[in-house]
């Protein structure tokens, strides 16, 4: 079986507003070195394969093209609408089923940062990979969580599988998208459940399977865009998509399904997904602070600071975010940057979207 790996990249990233803005989203920005996490991602992928796709909103695709001008048309899906990441998912293996019905597909997302475990990623992605062709099942990677949190789906365990070595592979027992607070500290403490990482596999005729089974509506409009790809009628596959329900594929299929199974990570992974989980990754200073730009600090620690044009200047700051942009500046307690998305709904209701 062919593989070819998708790379999810429609996202908007609004916990790194200011900065991840619609048209330039946090997974195109140089966060962490030279390169945008686009860029490393479809670097990194394409040591697996060169069958490697990138699936993106209509408003990204320029920017994308800029970034990564070797890609060619055919490797970018254009969603015409986001519709989550189940329609996201079911376009993408249309598409591949269309060059090759037989195909392994694997799913990763743009915007995760990787430390200098590439080659571990790389050997798990092969691993879900072979057990998504072995047993026709949807296959996903487990992180064993460091600490409780509500912006993961959890994933309990059965035995490893028998003759796996590392990295182990599991049944899985039960699936839970993002629990509240209270149900994520007893899955960490029962130690029988893993952060859901988002790194999927499956054959494509098995997720249609899974799809019908458990989202027969997202299916049967999935199904429409199909024939009318197939008949050469685009605007119609547009208009078919656009009426798809927006679901994440944690809920539509994942947290339904008996047919999956997890590979444990054996690697340095983060989401980045506020700008808390920016500044843990950060080369900081003796008082735990990271400055871009220049400041004048004073009894002051723990703190993420971006102003490259402005000086910051600060008396006895603590567990702080200080973003500055050419039109914003965001200031927030460390412990609350997951509510940076607040800000971005509360513009979007103002009618200020020339901050969007």
């Known amino acids: 079986m062919a593989r070819h790996v998708v790379v999810l990249a429609g996202g908007s990233g609004t916990r790194l507003w200011p900065r991840s803005r619609e048209k330039s989203p946090k997974h195109l920005l140089a966060l962490h070195g030279r390169q945008s996490l686009l860029q490393s991602t479809v670097e990194r992928v394409r040591r697996l394969t060169e069958n490697v796709y990138v699936v993106t909103e209509r408003s990204q695709v320029e920017s994308i093209r800029k970034q990564l001008p070797q890609l060619a048309e055919t490797q970018l899906i254009i969603e015409p609408a986001r519709r989550g990441t189940a329609s996201a998912l079911g376009l993408a293996a249309t598409v591949i089923a269309e060059r090759d019905p037989q195909a392994t597909m694997l799913s990763v997302h743009a915007d995760h940062y990787l430390g200098h475990d590439e080659d571990a990623y790389l050997a798990t992605l092969d691993t879900e990979a072979r057990w998504a062709e ?7 990677v487990g992180l064993r969580p460091p600490y409780a949190s509500t912006a993961f ?10 003759g796996v070595t590392a990295p182990a592979v599991y049944r899985v027992v039960r699936f839970v998208e993002k629990p509240d607070l209270k149900t994520a500290e007893g899955f960490l403490v029962s130690g029988s459940y893993l952060w859901n990482l988002g790194l999927f596999s499956w054959p ?4 249609f399977t899974e799809i019908a089974s458990h989202a027969p509506a997202l299916h049967e409009g999935l199904e429409r865009v199909r024939q009318s790809r197939r008949a050469g009628r685009p605007d119609e596959a547009d208009a078919a ?11 539509a299929v994942l947290e339904r399904t008996s047919n999956l199974l997890v590979v444990g990570a054996t690697f ?4 980045l997904g506020s700008w808390a989980d920016l500044h843990d990754i950060l080369e900081q200073d003796e008082a735990g602070n990271f400055v871009e730009g220049e400041s004048v600090l004073i009894d002051s620690k723990n703190c993420m600071i971006h102003s490259p044009n402005k000086l910051v200047a600060a008396v006895g700051l603590e567990d702080m975010v200080v973003i500055e942009t050419d039109d914003a500046i965001l200031i927030c307690p460390k412990a609350r940057s997951q509510d940076v998305k607040l800000i971005v709904d509360r513009l979007k ?6 901050y969007l």
């Open 268 to 271: 340095e992974w983060h989401d």
């Open 134 to 140: 072995s047993r026709r099942a949807l296959v996903t």
């Open 349 to 354: 209701q103002m009618g200020k979207t020339q």
């Open 153 to 162: 789906g959890y994933i309990q365990v059965g035995p490893p599988l028998d």
């Open 204 to 207: 494509v005729d098995v997720l």
């Open 241 to 251: 998509y656009t009426a798809l329900p927006t679901q994440a594929i944690d809920y």
